[in-house]
């Protein structure tokens, strides 16, 4: 099945740092690229999607660029916060027996001291 | 407010015991998902089900069992024929549209004596 590899953590930035955590991924045909966000103790968040090659994604601040010449879907912030503080998780769907799912990296911990 | 609703967030439980953990939804979403996660692993599909009285088995369904009987619930019973129970489990919706999102909720916390 689809499956992505994503950088291993935890990255600690200061803020206004450059932020880049890179995700690839291992498919057949086009899947829909995500990243999402989880803060300590709760569930994941949606933070950007893409659902073609060559689309971006952006919220918050946030980018990735769905390059399906290097299989990848990386994410960017120019200038992180304290409250980017967290785990992200880059994802794919992957279609099954029946219907869809999204399969998930190993996420990332991101950390941003003042 | 629409979401998913879990509970309970927190679950002591005896080896051996089988627990059955909540998931709830009022936004009309027709598939629902059940993901493990534990630290530095990510998230791993249990189950999902597409529609009512329809489930399937994910990827570490061993030990797990789910029902569908109606369209806003999907509980997951948490076997004592799982080895490591211990875990943090996700439910999820998956919107209608073609772009494969999904809604998660808050999770439930799962420890095992």
């Known amino acids: 099945g689809n499956s992505v590899t994503q950088m291993e953590g935890p990255v600690t930035l200061s803020e206004e740092a450059f932020l880049t955590i890179n995700c690839t991924y291992t498919?057949?045909?086009?899947?829909?690229l995500f990243w999402y966000v989880q803060y300590p103790g709760e569930g994941l968040q949606l933070l950007l999607k893409?659902?073609?090659?060559?689309d971006k994604g952006s919220n918050k601040g946030f980018e990735a660029t769905y390059r399906k010449e290097t299989t990848s879907f990386h994410l960017e912030k120019g200038s992180v916060q304290v409250s980017d503080s967290a785990v992200y998780f880059c994802?794919?769907?992957?279609?099954?027996?029946?219907?869809?799912?999204?399969?998930f990296g190993k996420g990332t911990s991101l950390l941003v001291t003042p | 407010d629409g979401g998913i609703t879990q509970s309970p967030k927190y679950l002591f439980r005896k080896e051996g015991q089988n627990v059955t953990l909540s998931c709830e939804q009022n936004?009309?979403?027709?598939?629902m998902y059940w993901y493990r996660q534990d630290p530095g692993q990510g998230l791993r599909l249990i189950y999902y089900?597409?529609?009512?009285?329809?489930?399937q088995k994910g990827d570490i369904a061993e030990g797990y069992s789910v029902s569908r009987e109606k369209k806003e619930s999907f509980p997951l019973t948490v076997t004592s024929a799982q080895k490591n129970p211990t875990a943090f489990y996700l439910c999820?919706?998956?919107?209608?549209?073609?772009?494969?999102?999904?809604?998660f909720g808050a999770g439930s916390r799962l420890t095992v004596l």
């Open positions: 893409a659902t073609k090659a060559d």
């Open positions: 936004l009309n979403h027709d598939a």
């Open positions: 994802a794919l769907s992957d279609r099954r027996n029946s219907g869809y799912a999204l399969n």
């Open positions: 498919a057949t045909g086009y899947p829909s």
């Open positions: 999820a919706s998956r919107y209608p549209s073609g772009a494969n999102v999904l809604t």
């Open positions: 089900s597409q529609i009512v009285n329809d489930f």
